[in-house]
């Protein structure tokens, strides 16, 4: 179901955001009755905090949200959707104690905390709706909540409904949808294309290996998003463990998000043109299934050993990566599930980086920063070059050591392009709920892309 703001309405309840540095003085603002019912409720303004005030016939009168102080907010983000899930159903609107970003950021948080995965369930009621605060733009905050919501519901379909024909079949309703084109290579195409590493990582699968491309716009800088689709993988012969396996129907998260921030762009009609790269496979294990130590010959021309068939996003990404650098673009941006060492570095939450160029990271990181979207930028370390190089082929698909996980995939794809580059290596996944975003999948970085847009292609 989509998320929407409630139409504007005479009988919307006010809500009153509260800090708790500034309680007395804010109180003091309410009528002595809805002061006198905080007092007995024990208001303190505390994060999440949320008393509703009746009047005289018992019905809500106003509601009060606890929004703690600045250091608990810092703490984490979009603290207004906890609030929202403890409200009554009705229609709300924020009457006072926010402004700018901080509103901004509320709405926002308040539309998110409507999504509920429920494909293989009963559908939930709606709770609480808000009326679109006044000054900001609705129909934005709706358009990047949907796109987020697209990108949830793809990572969060299990590989069962999520294989590489459904993930296209995705990719073909959101370019009917914007009215874009899209080209889809499966199976022994990919090799009379040119597309070796794309069909190797994917043949082993009874659903074909493809390549989705999707194009939109006609004026503009050209941007490419190119996301890794593994919609399920194994490890291949190097068969993961099952408890490392139980979460790989997230593996198309870099996917799913760059189909996410696409709606978000198209939606929003941003004045470029997109272009959208998806390798879409499966990592299975057949007899044809690709083993350790073969040696492919990518796209680029390049050469690579494989020691690990559990080291796939790579090579996939880099066949792609290398079509994308084909028609000269201002930039491409590439988004993966691709290591378990980004997650060891920084943890769940934020999206590690990588870029060359430092107006580019400072753009988004200061996005970020901006739209509750936390990044951090990792460094394309050149001195590390060595450690994926073995010898006997141009590229080593996984050094060994372990050191530096995430930092020599990075450089591992930038062999494979020369355009302006930047690199997401995301979690996309919630491992326990907070605030707008339930256990489950989640976008990472697309909301920090999105803003950063406007400086990064000089729109």
């Keep these: 179901m989509p998320l929407a703001f409630a139409a504007a309405s005479d009988a919307a309840i006010p809500l009153h955001v509260i800090d708790a540095d500034d309680l007395d003085d804010r109180l003091g603002t309410l009528p002595e009755l809805a002061q006198a019912w905080a007092k007995s409720q024990d208001f303190k303004g505390t994060l999440g905090q949320v008393v509703t005030v009746p009047d005289g016939a018992g019905e809500i009168a106003m509601g009060l949200i606890g929004y703690g102080s600045a250091a608990k907010r810092e703490r984490g983000r979009f603290h207004i959707a906890s609030a929202a899930a403890k409200l009554p159903r009705g229609i709300y609107k924020l009457e006072s104690g926010l402004a700018g970003q901080a509103l901004e950021e509320a709405a926002l948080a308040w539309l998110l905390s409507g999504y509920k995965f429920d494909r293989y369930r009963k559908p939930a009621k709606p709770g609480a ?102 919609c399920f993988d194994t490890g291949g012969l190097n068969i993961k463990p099952g408890s490392s396996m139980g979460l790989m129907k997230k593996d198309m998260g870099g996917a799913a998000t760059v189909l996410g921030l696409a709606h978000m762009i198209m939606g929003l009609g941003l004045p470029l043109r997109l272009r959208v790269l998806i390798p879409a496979v499966e990592n299975s294990i057949d007899g044809n299934a690709f083993r350790p130590q073969d040696i492919l010959t990518s796209r680029k021309g390049l ?157």
Excluded: C
């Design 129 to 230: 709706q808000l009326v679109a605060p006044e000054g900001l733009d609705a129909q934005r905050l709706e358009t990047i909540a949907a796109g987020e919501v697209l990108t949830r519901d793809l990572i969060n379909t299990p590989a069962s409904d999520m294989g590489p024909d459904e993930l296209e079949g995705a990719a073909r309703a959101l370019a009917a949808d914007h009215e874009a084109e899209i080209n889809v290579i499966t199976g022994d195409d990919l090799l009379t294309s040119n597309f070796p590493m794309i069909h190797t990582v994917g043949r082993a699968s009874t659903r074909a290996p493809r390549l989705l491309d999707l194009r939109w716009g006609d004026k503009g800088p050209q941007l490419t998003l190119v996301g890794k689709g593994v």
């Design 303 to 459: 050469t690579v050993e494989i020691n690990n068939t559990d080291a796939e996003g790579r090579l996939v990404l880099a066949d792609a990566l290398t079509l994308s650098d084909e028609d000269e673009p201002d930039l491409v941006i590439s988004m993966a599930t691709l290591t378990g060492a980004a997650r060891v570095a920084v943890g769940p939450d934020l999206s590690p980086f990588y870029t060359d160029h430092d107006d580019h990271a400072d753009a988004v990181a200061q996005a970020a920063r901006k739209v509750a979207d936390p990044v951090w930028r990792m460094p394309f370390h050149t001195p590390y070059e060595a450690m994926i190089e073995p010898g006997i082929a141009d590229l080593d698909n996984a050094p060994k050591g372990g050191f530096a996980g995430s930092i020599t995939a990075a450089l591992f794809l930038r062999r494979f392009i020369e355009s302006p580059y930047m690199h997401f290596d995301i979690y996309g996944w919630q491992p326990s709920a907070a605030p707008a975003r339930p256990k489950g999948g989640v976008g990472m970085g697309a909301r920090a892309i999105l803003e950063a847009l406007p400086r990064l292609l000089n729109l």
